[in-house]
């Protein structure tokens, strides 16, 4: 798996994931990014999006039930300043999804949106829904 291999230097900690994410970022001289992360890329975006020294190159945050590592809390949720569009699909049982939502729910500038009928991958099960969703929140940026 991508999270624990050499690409992150000695170790897999949250400060390389974050640091992984950045020279990505910056190798690709990418500007005014939003960060879409479904599933268990949420191992690289928390760590990011929270750590504070990026707050710059960011400007929106979409995480799709992502996988959260348990050392984080609502607090470093409550202190982000970029705008997030929270997307869970109801029918979404895994146990990581609802963790997930209760920590994302603190980001001050978010919306929440379940979709109908979907699972873990919504965008997959409602691409419909999930693209108007999409291009509602990119409008508001």
């Known amino acids: 798996m991508f999270g624990y291999n050499i690409m992150l230097g000695t170790d897999g900690s949250e400060e390389n994931k974050a640091i992984l994410v950045h020279k990505l970022i910056e190798t690709l001289k990418l500007k005014k990014v939003v960060i879409v992360s479904p ?7 928390v760590p990011y999006v929270t750590c504070g020294r990026y707050d710059d190159e960011i400007v929106g ?14 607090d ?12 869970q699909g109801e029918n979404d049982k895994l146990p990581v999804a609802s963790r997930s939502m209760k920590l994302l729910q603190n980001i001050p500038n978010s919306n929440v949106v379940i979709i109908a009928e979907a699972g873990h991958p919504c965008y997959l099960n409602q691409p419909i829904v999930w693209h108007q969703h999409l291009r509602d929140f990119l409008s508001t940026l």
Do not use: R, W
């Open 76 to 87: 470093n949720f409550k202190k982000l300043k970029l705008k997030a569009l929270i997307v």
């Open 39 to 45: 599933s268990m890329s949420g191992t690289f975006s």
């Open 61 to 74: 945050y979409i995480p799709v039930a992502p996988v959260i590592h348990s050392s984080y809390s609502e």
